[in-house]
């Protein structure tokens, strides 16, 4: 119960994490502070954490990396909408 617990708690922090950087694209329209290699590496590792749980049937697994993958894909529209311009 301990470590489901504790599970839980790090997936809503992970996947809460980057809707202050979303927030700050979309306020600025300008992703010129985000890396791109960042969002795509981070996103096919989440990508990978969702599969493996799946596999494992772990619903905490689950569902933290599919709502991380959903943040990461709104800022990874995010930077190719607004780009890298000031």
Known sequence: MFWTIV???AATLTMFSFIPQI???FKHKSAKD???VMLFQLSLG?????VYGIHLKNA???TANFITLLTLIILL??????????
């Not at 989440?46 to 969702?50: H, R, Y």
């Open 7 to 9: 599970g839980s708690v």
């Open 23 to 25: 927030i700050r694209v």
């Open 34 to 36: 985000v890396s791109p």
């Open 46 to 50: 989440v990508l990978l954490w969702f």
């Open 60 to 62: 905490v697994i689950i």
């Open 77 to 86: 529209f995010l930077y190719f909408s607004y780009g890298r311009k000031k």
